[in-house]
């Protein structure tokens, strides 16, 4: 099976996204594309790890661990973004993290979506209110976004994971 290429966002550049060329147009000019790559790399697994009371832990590691396939359910519809900007801080999406979106996945109301929104991408939590949809940032200094029939809208996928350099 080829590997997606992870569509990045970025301004009047063309894509190959699983095959299919794709014209992006977007805000967030600076990124380049994250090829999903398939190589296993597996790493020890040592187990839980309490975050409160510290309590002994086994020495040996319990079993192999392959973080892609911890994150990816559905390999060709897997697609890796890099947040730029601060308008979902309040969810624990900060710019610089690494997002891992499904496009596979329902749009449920209250999950956070990439979302694509005349012309320009961009992540935030789906509301379903009254017949429409409420794009909701998770920072009180931006406002909502209320799709309304002269957008051009799609939801383009669900973010399923966050990865943060601490």
Not at 50 to 74: E, M, N, V, Y
Not at 105 to 127: M, N, P, Q
């Amino acid at each position: 099976m080829k590997p997606p290429t992870a569509v990045a966002i970025s301004t009047r550049r063309t894509y190959i996204c699983n095959g299919i060329t794709k014209r992006i147009a977007t805000e967030m000019s600076r990124l380049e594309p994250y090829q999903i790559e398939y190589n296993r790399r597996e790493a020890e697994m040592c187990g839980d790890v309490k975050a409160g009371f510290p309590s002994p832990a086994d020495d040996a590691p319990r079993h192999k661990l392959d973080l892609l396939r911890l994150i990816i359910r559905h390999p060709a519809s897997t697609f890796y973004f890099r947040v730029s900007g601060v308008s979902m801080t309040d969810a624990g999406l900060d710019e610089g993290d690494i997002i891992v979106v499904d496009r596979s996945l329902d749009a449920d109301d209250g999950r956070i979506a990439v979302c694509f929104i005349d012309g320009e991408f961009t992540v935030k939590r789906i509301r379903r209110e009254r017949g429409g949809i409420r794009l909701m940032p998770a920072n009180e200094r931006y406002r909502p976004i209320e799709i309304t029939a002269e957008n051009d809208f799609s939801i383009w996928g669900i973010v399923t994971y966050v990865i943060k350099k601490v």
